[in-house]
């Protein structure tokens, strides 16, 4: 199968312009871009796309042997991005897809030349002096009560995850793309990114780098960001004015205005 078909690839902007790829982080899709991509059409070629499992991607590619770890996403962007043919390419991922990028990058460093990670973690389990934000119980009865009631859970979480709770249309619209997502494949891709550890994978990326960090992330909290900023040499790290775990959403404008600057 095409990878533009089975990851519902779109092509934008100008074909001249550098590569910008733009990858979205669990329960959600492409159009969670639609704010910010747009905004470098005029001056680079962008690309969107869906995981396999999630927005208008192929289900019927979804292979749990192949997402039993984030290596099966890389390898799509992999494919991806050989298919299309792009080199130097700017891979800007959000949340878990940060680090799906750093895997890729790994695989195929001629591909990718730069990198925005918007939320990252290396990993989310608190271990020793690490600090990711959740204990090992905490993330023990997250799971849990997805397996219990995937609807429940998404209602219960997205608001948690999104943040603004003064702006309840964005909370919705997480847990309306959340409450979409076929539930094996919320629960496997659950475990995938909440268990995976990937901090090790850090030191490979030796492209221009830069992190984005939001005000109270429940998700990837400072921390989590400060010590992939850290562990990924000349990194650079942005504090944002926006707050929660999605700042594409709730602040387009201030994180279309710092990747412009960095770039």
Known sequence: ??????????????????????????GCDQNMWRFVAPDFEVDHQVVTFDHVGFGRSDLTAYDPARYAS?????????????????????????????????????????????????????????????????????????????????L?????????????????????????????????VARQFARVSFLSDNRADLAGVDVPTLVLQCAEDVIAPESAGRYVHDQV????????????HCPHLSAPEETTAAIREWL
């Not at 790994?106 to 939320?119: C, F, K, L, S």
């Not at 209602?155 to 979409?180: H, K, Q, W, Y």
């Not at 040499?233 to 929660?244: D, E």
Request: hydrophobic content about 40%; proline content about 5%.
């Open 70 to 150: 984030l290596r099966g996403y890389a390898d799509d962007v992999v494919e991806l991005l050989r298919e299309l043919e792009l080199t130097d390419a700017v891979f800007v991922g959000h949340s878990v897809s940060a680090m799906i990028g750093v895997l890729a990058h790994a695989r195929a460093p001629e591909h990718i030349g730069a990198m925005v990670m918007i939320g990252p973690s290396a990993r989310y389990v608190d271990d020793g002096d690490y600090v990711g934000g959740f204990s090992r119980e905490q993330i023990k009865e997250l799971l849990d009560s997805l397996d219990a009631n995937h």
């Open 152 to 184: 429940g859970w998404s209602a219960a979480v997205a608001p948690t995850i999104m943040g603004n709770p003064d702006r309840p249309e964005l909370a919705a619209e997480l847990t309306n793309s959340f409450c979409r997502t076929d539930p094996d």
């Open 233 to 244: 040499s000349g990194s650079v790290f942005t504090q944002l004015a926006a707050t929660g």
């Open 1 to 26: 199968m095409s990878v533009r078909i089975r990851n519902h690839v779109r092509v934008t902007g100008r074909p001249e312009g550098r590569p910008m790829v733009f990858a979205h982080g669990y």
